[in-house]
């Protein structure tokens, strides 16, 4: 990130770079979402493929595989996916945030098909991350293609990264996929701004920003691939949460003491680290 850039995600929250990747890099990514979608490669462990709600309900009959389908989350372990959580382009760019130790926590493929609600309310993602400092934990999310307000691109509010972690319920909505939690008392902040992107283009934004995405109105698809990523030094808010260090990877510098990865440390109420779940 350029300073300029940098300065820009501190204020705001969030900052989007044009055209990080280019077309033919997107292809393989976008191939490999189809080929698992479709079942024709293996799905390796810990991924999760989410079906949208309402082609679980019925309220839609979906045209293909592919559009039933809402959500690919923790792809960490696919060969071709994960060239996109590992990217060195990427890195840099977050680097500036992380510092030089980064540690891989979650990644998704967002695929918002044509016909159904796929809204996703305002939220902050904080709230799936039980570790601290927020300001060391940071989110890339890549448009696959054009995003705009017609297909449901990204929303933000911008600053509201410096307020508090939300509470956070299901929203009043007919259809809501699975954890698609929102804010309390949020709704649709009338300070949000779209976020259109070209293909390639990437977003990173801090873990309290506000954001979430509108309903895809187009006869298309509107897919993205994003990842988070902490620094390795973060600290679990308590012992209980360290189990969750089974999920994440260490992919740039080295491993912390009493950090993410560390699962032998003492937390903060000086409880030896949890085992399992
Ligand atoms: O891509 C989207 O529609 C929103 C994704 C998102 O905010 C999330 O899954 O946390």
Redesign the pocket.
């Known amino acids: 990130m350029t300073p300029d850039e940098l300065d820009h995600y501190h204020q705001h929250g969030y900052v989007v770079r044009r055209g990080l990747f280019g077309p033919a890099e997107l292809a393989p990514w976008l191939a490999r979402l189809g080929a698992l979608i479709r079942g024709e490669v293996p799905r390796p462990d810990g991924m999760v493929l989410m079906r949208d709600v309402m082609v679980v309900k019925g309220a839609v009959a979906p045209t293909s595989e592919e559009a039933a389908v809402a959500k690919i989350q923790d792809f960490d372990l696919d060969p071709v996916l994960r060239t996109y959580t590992d990217h060195s382009r990427i890195l840099d760019e977050i680097e500036p945030i992380t510092g030089e130790h980064i540690v891989s926590i979650h990644n ?1 493929l ?1 695929n ?1 098909p044509p016909a159904v609600d796929g809204r ?1 309310p305002l ?1 902050q ?1 904080l709230l799936y991350f039980p570790f601290r400092p927020a300001d060391r934990i940071v989110a890339s ?1 890549t448009a696959l293609e054009r995003v705009d307000r017609e297909n ?1 691109c ?1 929303a933000v509010v911008p600053g509201s990264h410096r307020g508090e972690l939300l509470p956070h319920e299901n929203p009043d909505w007919e259809y809501v996929n699975m954890a698609y939690f929102g804010a309390a008392g949020v709704g649709a902040h009338p300070e949000r701004v779209h976020l259109e992107m070209e293909p390639g283009d990437t977003a990173f934004f801090h873990p309290l920003l506000l ?3 509108g309903r895809n109105r187009s006869p298309g698809f509107r897919r ?1 691939i ?1 990842s988070h990523y902490a620094a390795a030094d973060c600290r679990y808010l308590d012992a209980r949460h360290r189990a969750a260090a089974r999920r994440y990877r260490l992919i740039r510098g080295e491993a912390q003491p009493d950090g993410l990865l560390d699962l032998h440390a003492e937390d903060a109420e000086g409880q030896p680290g949890a085992a399992g779940p």
């Open positions: 998704m967002i918002k996703h939220h993602d999310w449901g990204l954001h979430g995405s993205a994003s």
